[in-house]
Structure formats: structure tokens, C-alpha cells
């Protein structure tokens, strides 16, 4: 478990994978603030479904600019807090947090197997450029 990171740089391959699923998660989060405001508007708190409308696009808003900022040390950290705050999102509509729990299941599947990948990529392009690395003398 030493690929999860909270803070630090990753590899190229790493942060491409977690941009990618910050950007499905703010779609998501989108669609998750319109419900709240829908089922807010329906009941008697009109006021609280605009508060959580902008609550929610300000939380995708805040995806796009995690997937924005993974190329920085301090990117993978505002990811981890974009998803404790979409589980957190689950306070106000339950289903969040099935949609918080997958996102964070490819956020870590991502953050390993990248891990992994980068390592791979990085051997191969050693192996490329000194070709005699390789051999085994015997």
C-alpha cells in the first residue's frame, strides 16, 4: 500500500487516470446538486434547495480544479478532501454515497495500478536508453 499517496507528486500516467476520475465525479456531483435541489424545492425548505444547488456546483467546480492541480504536490490532497466531501454530500441525498464509495474505489484503484504503470514506464525507458543493462553475464 505504499502507492497511496496523500500528498506528493505522481507519475504522468497516475495523474492523467485521477484527472479522469475527477472529471466523471463532477459530473456526477452536478447531477447530485439538481436532485437536492429538486427534492428541497418539493417539500416545504424552497430556500435550502438553492443552497444546495450552489453548494453542489461548487463542489463540482472544485473537482475540475483537483483534476487541475495533480500535476502539483498538494493536488492529490484536495482530490482525498473532494472525496470526503462527496461522501459527505450523502448527508443531503442519500444516494451520494454510493456514487462517493465508487468514485473513491477508482480513485484508489488509480492511484495504485498508476503507481505501477509509471514504475513499469520508468524501467522500460531505462532499459531503452542502456541497452546493456539488460544482459546477464555469465
Same mark, same amino acid.
Given at each position: ?13 497516475? $495523474? !492523467? ?53 495533480? !500535476?502539483?504536490? $498538494?493536488?492529490?490532497?484536495?482530490? $482525498? ?19 462517493? /464509495?465508487?468514485? /473513491?474505489? /477508482? $480513485? ?15 524501467? !522500460? ?9 539488460? !544482459?546477464?553475464?555469465?
Amino acid at each position: 500500500m505504499r502507492s497511496i499517496i496523500f500528498f506528493g507528486q505522481t507519475g504522468k500516467f497516475t $495523474w !492523467r487516470m485521477l484527472a479522469t476520475v475527477l472529471g466523471g465525479q463532477s459530473i456526477c456531483i452536478l447531477l447530485g446538486a439538481l436532485v437536492a435541489r429538486g427534492v428541497a424545492a418539493s417539500g416545504d425548505a424552497g430556500a435550502r434547495g438553492t443552497a444546495y444547488l450552489v453548494v453542489g456546483f461548487g463542489l463540482g467546480a472544485l473537482c475540475v480544479v483537483a483534476a487541475g492541480t495533480l !500535476r502539483r504536490p $498538494w493536488g492529490v490532497t484536495l482530490g $482525498w478532501v473532494v472525496h470526503a466531501l462527496t461522501l459527505l454530500s450523502a448527508l443531503v441525498v442519500p444516494m451520494m454515497l454510493v456514487v462517493g /464509495l465508487f468514485f /473513491l474505489a /477508482l $480513485w484508489i484503484t488509480c492511484l495504485v495500478k498508476g503507481t505501477q504503470i509509471d514504475g513499469e514506464m520508468a524501467r !522500460r525507458a531505462a532499459a531503452e536508453a542502456d541497452p546493456a543493462a539488460d !544482459r546477464v553475464d555469465g
